[in-house]
């Protein structure tokens, strides 16, 4: 029997706790240090306790960012989640050796990193978009990415079209994980098939629920690759999240300690949405 | 038995990785000690030319190796540096884009006055990356850009080039030229690349340096800042957003240079002579033939002048042993001095040389060679977007510069924010 106590388990926790100690803890302790100070990367000018965490929450660019990550979230991850549910159940049905195809060609656009994502989607606004506007001379192809909505509604696209197979795959393993029998007795009691989802389906998916938010949650906050290579930011920073917001503060103004204390009050931002939201999921869990 | 297993791994572990920390000094068949340089170039365009020339200076100097790592320019750059040194990985050469930079590393950077190369530098390019009156960096080229022009185009429109003379021929052939639009398929008179914030930023020295006299020093000593030629650049910025072939604040690059100018779809693009070889890689003809520069009527009305001077300096890392030091300025000296090496210079790298053994009428390519006469007839503005706080340029003129584009903010908006931010970096 392994105990706390028992010299093994602290044994075998040793590798993982100490990779853990160097990427992270250590990191972060020296980060919030570093966010005290005036840091330029080089040297430690001087103490000015919490200056720059009062200057970060009077930074009109960084308020910005992080209302547009937190717009940017809030749809994607209802998208892509809704998205992701349908792609599942459709795939789930008896459709034969074609269930494969369609959940690896759903399931493909995770494969390829955010910066190449970024590319190809700029490629397809700007050129194939202005194409076909041309031909059509339908406004609505015209002059995608040049406004700060255009931007907005492009790397949700983007984002949803890279997220959406992987959720995809997390529901398929819940969905088939639902014992038959449940949904057999509904069968017999006469229940429709949109009953069947909504009254047995949806509930059974609550676990599926706390894994998927969290994914696209935390994931949808941090992004900055597709960021960078679809918009830059542009036009006039109105595209800009809040990863991007921290890199460009710390590498292109140099202001590390500043940037610093915008990563850590991003950090907390983050945690505390994480755990809302897991704790919320989790009760539904219980009651499902 | 299981943990003294668990023990032996961890030590084999940490050993191994003490290992690879070592074996850096070689000896060479005869006995003599190599010296291996680690360079950080930045200069993508040109890595290939590097790393030929590179290989031949090898070839003359066996005891010395180089190690060239070339990271692409702009922030990434600038950010691949800052974590090459902050990992302990320093590099022995390195790049300095101006006076910001050479104070962000005046800890690391050598004095490199008594060279032949500061020597031979050609009077006042030595000024981006002088501190206290210390050389921490050589000149690598001269770089000019302003409007470059297709004058094939402005020449059916009727058009001289070299006949504007003031901000009114300016705006009086971009007129002409707009006028004619659809019989010289063109699909606007400029491509300026607003989306890219660099090219703004270059886009504001041109204005910025009268104010501060031209001195790289002085703009970056300026606590205060008044954007005294505002009106001027109202002017140049309105034309070139009304004229524009696309929306100024969102064309990238590679859609301004490559797409439009190259496929001479416009006539105006602002860049600078960096663009040629890859002008070169889609039209052999287009830079020999059709490609000049138009200077920006600033300070006085009828006096036009061009950005020009050093882009990038080489620095040397002071922290290393002596022969490594020597090696290094060895390296950089005989870049600029040896015949072969002279040559490639110019030919292969196109590089406007900023040393005085060159001389001028080696420069053969046309807009070159008109940028080294802007810069020998006094006739520029050094690059001042390079003296202003870090990241000002991009993030404010470039940003803002956007705004103002889209008519999200209004002019005064735009002064006012400049300023303000310039000041309050410089507190």
């Known amino acids: 029997m392994l105990t706390n106590r028992s010299k093994s388990f602290w044994l075998l926790l040793t590798p993982a706790f100490i990779a853990l100690l160097i990427v992270l803890f250590i990191p972060l302790m020296t980060g919030t240090y570093y966010s005290l100070t005036d840091w330029n990367g080089n040297t430690v000018g001087e103490f000015i306790g919490f200056d720059n965490y009062i200057r970060a929450f009077q930074d009109q660019g960084f308020i910005d960012s992080l209302v547009f990550t937190a717009k940017f979230s809030v749809v994607s991850v209802v998208l892509i989640n809704v998205i992701a549910l349908i792609l599942a159940t459709l795939v789930t049905q008896k459709l034969g050796r074609w269930t494969t195809v369609f959940r690896t060609v759903f399931f493909m656009p995770n494969l390829i990193g955010g910066i190449i994502l970024g590319f190809i989607w700029q490629f397809i606004f700007n050129k194939a978009f202005e194409s076909i506007g041309d031909l059509t001379s339908i406004q609505f192809f015209k002059g995608w990415l040049d406004t700060p ?51 047995i389906k949806l509930p059974m998916l609550m676990p599926a629920f706390t894994v ?30 809040a990863a991007m917001n921290i890199y460009n503060e710390a590498f292109s103004m140099r202001n590390m300690g500043f940037a610093q204390s915008k990563a850590i009050i ?22 499902a | 038995m299981m943990k003294r297993k668990f023990l032996l791994s961890t030590v084999v572990l940490t050993s191994a990785l003490g290992l690879v ?19 950080f170039n930045i200069k993508t365009e040109t890595a290939e030319q590097m790393d030929n020339l590179v290989a031949a200076f090898e070839e003359t100097h066996e005891n010395i190796d180089i190690n ?111 006028s004619k639009k659809a019989e010289l398929g063109l699909d606007g008179v400029f491509a300026f690349s607003g989306g890219e914030t660099w090219v703004s930023s270059q886009f504001s020295s041109n204005f910025v340096a009268p104010e501060f006299n031209s001195s790289l020093n002085e703009t970056y000593e300026a606590k205060a800042f008044e954007l005294t030629y505002a009106d001027q650049m109202k002017q140049y910025a309105d034309l070139a957003n009304e004229y ?66 050093p882009a990038w300096y080489w620095g040397v890392n002071k922290d290393k042993e002596q022969e490594v030091i020597d090696a290094s300025i060895e390296f ?91 000041n309050e970096e410089r507190k």
């Open chain 1, 212 to 241: 998927t938010l969290f994914l696209t949650l935390s994931n949808a906050f941090k992004i900055y690759d597709q960021n960078l290579a679809l918009t830059q930011g542009g036009p006039y920073n109105s595209t800009q999240m």
């Open chain 2, 332 to 422: 950089l000296t005989w870049m600029y001095t040896d015949e072969e090496a002279m040559d490639s210079i110019i030919n292969d790298f196109g590089f406007i040389p900023a040393y005085t053994n060159f001389s001028s009428d080696a420069i053969t390519d046309p807009l070159s060679n008109e940028i080294y006469t802007y810069l020998s007839e006094g006739n520029t503005v050094p690059w001042v977007h390079n003296s202003y706080p870090d990241g000002y340029g991009q993030n404010a003129f470039g940003v803002q510069l956007q705004a103002y584009a889209a008519g999200e903010i209004s002019w005064d908006e735009f002064v006012t924010t400049l300023k303000t931010t310039w």
């Open chain 2, 21 to 39: 920390g070592c074996g850096s000094s070689e000896t060479d068949a005869s006995g003599e000690e190599i010296v291996t340089l680690e360079v």
């Open chain 2, 68 to 178: 060239m790592t070339t990271v692409g320019g702009g922030t990434d750059a600038t950010a691949a540096l800052q974590s090459k040194f902050s990992s302990g990985d320093e590099p022995d050469i390195f790049m300095l884009g101006g006076l910001a930079d050479a104070q962000t590393w005046e800890h690391k950077l050598a004095d490199l006055g008594d060279t032949e190369l500061a020597k031979n530098a050609i009077e006042g390019t030595l000024e981006g990356a002088t501190l206290n009156d210390t050389v921490l960096g050589v000149p690598m080229n001269i770089e000019g850009y302003g409007w470059l022009v297709n004058t094939e185009i402005f020449e059916k429109a009727g058009i001289e080039p070299a006949s504007i003379q003031s901000f009114a021929d300016f705006e009086n052939a971009v007129k002409v030229i707009d």
């Open chain 1, 266 to 287: 991003f950090l907390i931002i983050i945690v505390v949405i994480s755990i809302i939201q897991i704790s919320i999921t989790r009760k539904k869990e219980i009651s």
């Open chain 2, 244 to 309: 524009n072939s696309g929306p100024l604040e969102s064309m990238d690059y590679s859609t301004s240079v490559e797409e439009l100018f190259a496929g001479e779809k416009v006539a105006i693009v602002h860049q600078g002579n960096w663009i040629i070889p890859t002008l070169n890689s889609l039209d052999e003809s287009f830079a020999k033939e059709k490609l000049s520069i138009i200077p920006m009527f600033v300070e006085n009305e009828t006096e036009g002048k061009i950005v020009a001077g």
């Open chain 1, 149 to 199: 909505e255009t931007g907005f509604w492009g790397l949700v696209i983007l984002f949803v079209w890279q997220m959406s197979g992987y959720m995809m795959l997390i529901y398929i393993s819940f969905l088939n994980n639902i014992p038959e029998e449940i949904l057999e007795a509904a069968n017999m009691d006469g229940a429709s098939p949109m009953q069947t989802f909504i009254r």
